[in-house]
């Protein structure tokens, strides 16, 4: 690389300056000399000064040398990445003619940089950028500031070319340095993400589901057509509102408290709610949400897909009807089995009991050594067959649940259950526990029950805990074990091998107008739930 000429001359022009300086002391020291005649001491002084200078004038010679080769390097290093860095360099004149051009940006344009110096940049512009770049050019030249711009290149394949071009006034004020950056591959991408939403969007409005996408906070940032046409609503009055008032108002802090249980290991929830359509009609929806998460976990956005189950609905409401009538059904003939048990069979039983123990009583010489044995075994027998009739009987309709109340009946029954299990199990209640209707006394104890019975068959548990409370007006049953527990599925109440046992128990809660939830953790254990508002205590009878 040759050095600046002007840098250069400035250099020199410093070491004349010095160079005249010091000859100016020294013959201003000769003219003293002659006038004083000073002494030699005088004459040694001046000569080790003069080396000083001397050695100072070389010094800032060095430093100079120094300067210039630093300069150098960065000018090779300025010239390499203006010739063939990853972003091209052009400058241009007011009229856009090419005055000076890299190697990166001659070979972008395809041609060689002789035959760009001294063309118009615009003929490799596209027709359809012309006046985007004749504006960049206007603007360059009048502002003073960088202005930047995208425009389509000329090429002669049948791949467009996109550059980034940002300008901004040389200090001469007649030329403006251009960067050109190649955006084809960016600019692509961006037009297939566009092609494919625009794809999407089809496919989402073509859709007879509701489908939104909103934020945390519940603004809607999406609706399809099937949302709009539901709620008769455009999709600009929707988007950028929050999603409340589509729903009831009852529901809404149930849908939030659903919506927090959505996590990056979880991240659909199914949540059913009503909705007031656009005919003032109120419908049961079904929504899906589906969470979406930053990498920190974080909830970005939730799209929910919901369809109208209203129908579905009532049928379920007819069943739920006939599922309480099969319980109400289902109670009788466990009352009225138990109560023929009791009268018949377990009357028998006890009769037989007292002929075996007479006959033994009596039984002598050679026939009671033949009989006794057998007689003692039918003994036997017959008290375990009575103890299995009472067992049952119980288990059908126990006696102990109206006389004495929920608190005793849950007592007997896990004490039962433990030696028979065991399962170590407990009972625990407020001192206070009020007794109830015996429509809800009975919902409870088979509640408890059923839960027994699921622990038993499934849970792998060495304790089960039972507590019932009263606060408030709220009456609370739990049912806890520390066995293996499960993964609720998302579809179905029903975990895996548990058959009907939860279906049937969330039946009966909400026949008698409770609130059913089961908690699970796999490892730690499951927790049965219900809630009801209490009533006035009902007659033991």
Same mark, same amino acid.
Request: proline share 2%; with cysteine; charged share 25%.
């Given at each position: 690389m040759?050095?600046?000429?002007?840098d250069?001359?400035?250099?020199?022009t410093?070491? %004349?300056?010095?160079?005249?300086?010091?000859?100016?002391?020294?013959?201003?020291?000769?003219k003293?000399?002659v006038k004083?005649?000073q002494?030699?001491?005088?004459?040694?002084?001046?000569?080790?000064?003069?080396e000083? @200078? $001397?050695?100072e004038?070389?010094m800032q010679?060095?430093?100079?040398v120094h300067?210039?080769? *630093?300069?150098?390097?960065?000018?090779d290093r300025?010239? %390499?990445?203006f010739?063939s860095?990853?972003v091209g360099?052009?400058?241009?004149?007011?009229?856009? !003619?090419i005055k000076?051009?890299s190697i990166s940006?001659?070979?972008?344009? #395809? +041609?060689?940089?002789?035959?760009? &110096?001294?063309?118009?940049f615009g003929? /490799?512009?596209?027709?359809?950028?012309? $006046?985007?770049f004749?504006?960049l050019?206007?603007?360059?030249f009048?502002d003073?500031d960088?202005?930047?711009c %995208?425009?389509t290149?000329?090429?002669?394949g049948?791949?467009?070319?996109?550059?980034?071009?940002a300008?901004?006034?040389?200090?001469?004020?007649?030329?403006?340095? &251009?960067?050109?950056?190649?955006i084809?591959?960016?600019?692509l991408?961006?037009?297939?993400?566009l092609?494919?939403?625009q794809n999407?969007h089809?496919?989402?409005?073509?859709?007879?589901?509701?489908?939104?996408?909103?934020?945390?906070d519940?603004?809607?940032?999406?609706?399809?057509?099937?949302?709009?046409?539901?709620?008769?609503?455009?999709?600009?009055?929707v988007?950028? +509102?929050n999603?409340?008032?589509d729903?009831i108002?009852g529901?809404?802090l149930?849908?939030?408290e =659903?919506?927090?249980v959505m996590s990056?290991?979880?991240?659909v929830?199914?949540?059913?709610?009503?909705a007031?359509?656009?005919?003032?009609?109120i419908?049961?929806m079904?929504f899906?949400n589906r969470g /979406?998460?930053?990498g920190? #976990?974080?909830l970005v956005?939730?799209?929910? &897909?919901?369809?109208d189950?209203?129908?579905l609905?009532?049928v379920?409401?007819?069943?739920?009807?006939?599922?309480?009538?099969?319980i109400?059904?289902?109670?009788?003939?466990?009352?009225?089995?138990?109560?023929?048990? @009791?009268?018949?069979?377990a $009357?028998v039983?006890?009769?037989?009991?007292?002929?075996?123990?007479h006959?033994?009583? @009596?039984l002598?010489?050679?026939?009671?050594?033949?009989?006794?044995r057998?007689?003692d075994?039918?003994?036997k027998?017959?008290?375990q067959l009575?103890r299995s009739v009472?067992?049952l009987?119980?288990?059908?309709h126990? $006696?102990?649940?109206? *006389?004495?109340?929920?608190?005793?009946?849950?007592?007997?029954h896990?004490?039962e259950?433990?030696?028979?299990t065991g399962?170590e199990?407990?009972?625990?209640?407020?001192l206070?526990?009020?007794?109830?209707?015996?429509?809800?006394?009975?919902?409870l /104890?088979?509640?408890?029950q059923?839960?027994? =019975?699921?622990?038993?068959?499934?849970?792998?548990?060495t304790?089960?805990?039972?507590?019932?409370?009263s606060? #408030?007006g709220?009456?609370?049953?739990?049912?806890?074990d520390?066995? +293996?527990?499960f993964?609720?599925?998302?579809?179905?109440?029903?975990p895996?091998?548990?058959g009907? #046992?939860?279906?049937n128990?969330?039946e009966?809660a909400?026949l008698?107008?409770g609130?059913?939830? !089961? @908690?699970?953790?796999?490892?730690e254990?499951t927790?049965?739930e &219900?809630?009801?508002i209490?009533?006035k205590?009902?007659?033991?009878?």
């Amino acid at each position: 690389m040759t050095p600046n000429k002007s840098d250069e001359g400035t250099r020199n022009t410093a070491a %004349d300056q010095l160079r005249s300086n010091a000859e100016e002391q020294l013959l201003t020291m000769k003219k003293a000399r002659v006038k004083q005649s000073q002494s030699k001491w005088d004459s040694e002084r001046l000569r080790y000064e003069l080396e000083i @200078h $001397q050695c100072e004038l070389e010094m800032q010679n060095a430093e100079l040398v120094h300067a210039r080769d *630093e300069t150098d390097i960065a000018l090779d290093r300025f010239t %390499d990445l203006f010739e063939s860095g990853p972003v091209g360099f052009l400058i241009l004149n007011r009229e856009g !003619v090419i005055k000076a051009v890299s190697i990166s940006s001659a070979s972008l344009l #395809g +041609k060689n940089r002789s035959e760009l &110096v001294g063309r118009n940049f615009g003929t /490799f512009v596209a027709n359809k950028s012309q $006046q985007v770049f004749a504006d960049l050019l206007e603007k360059t030249f009048a502002d003073r500031d960088k202005i930047v711009c %995208d425009v389509t290149l000329r090429t002669d394949g049948n791949t467009p070319i996109f550059v980034q071009l940002a300008a901004k006034v040389a200090a001469s004020g007649q030329e403006c340095n &251009v960067a050109l950056i190649d955006i084809t591959d960016r600019k692509l991408a961006g037009e297939a993400l566009l092609l494919s939403e625009q794809n999407y969007h089809a496919v989402v409005d073509d859709q007879t589901e509701l489908i939104a996408r909103f934020l945390p906070d519940g603004t809607y940032t999406f609706v399809n057509k099937a949302h709009c046409r539901f709620f008769g609503k455009t999709e600009e009055e929707v988007v950028g +509102k929050n999603w409340h008032p589509d729903v009831i108002s009852g529901d809404a802090l149930l849908i939030e408290e =659903q919506l927090k249980v959505m996590s990056p290991e979880n991240p659909v929830v199914v949540i059913v709610n009503r909705a007031k359509s656009c005919t003032g009609e109120i419908s049961w929806m079904q929504f899906t949400n589906r969470g /979406f998460f930053d990498g920190e #976990g974080r909830l970005v956005e939730t799209q929910a &897909v919901g369809r109208d189950i209203t129908e579905l609905k009532r049928v379920e409401e007819t069943l739920k009807e006939y599922s309480g009538r099969l319980i109400v059904l289902e109670e009788d003939l466990r009352e009225r089995i138990a109560a023929d048990l @009791h009268d018949d069979i377990a $009357q028998v039983l006890t009769a037989l009991g007292l002929n075996l123990a007479h006959v033994s009583n @009596h039984l002598t010489g050679e026939s009671r050594e033949n009989l006794i044995r057998t007689v003692d075994d039918s003994c036997k027998l017959t008290k375990q067959l009575s103890r299995s009739v009472r067992n049952l009987m119980v288990e059908l309709h126990p $006696q102990q649940l109206e *006389e004495f109340g929920l608190v005793t009946a849950l007592r007997s029954h896990v004490e039962e259950y433990a030696n028979r299990t065991g399962i170590e199990a407990v009972v625990n209640s407020d001192l206070d526990f009020p007794r109830l209707s015996r429509q809800k006394e009975t919902a409870l /104890f088979r509640i408890a029950q059923e839960a027994l =019975q699921n622990i038993m068959k499934h849970a792998t548990a060495t304790k089960a805990t039972i507590i019932l409370s009263s606060s #408030g007006g709220v009456i609370r049953l739990t049912v806890t074990d520390n066995g +293996k527990g499960f993964v609720p599925k998302a579809a179905s109440p029903l975990p895996t091998g548990s058959g009907w #046992g939860l279906t049937n128990m969330r039946e009966r809660a909400e026949l008698i107008g409770g609130r059913f939830r !089961v @908690h699970s953790v796999v490892g730690e254990g499951t927790t049965v739930e &219900v809630e009801i508002i209490s009533t006035k205590v009902a007659a033991s009878s």
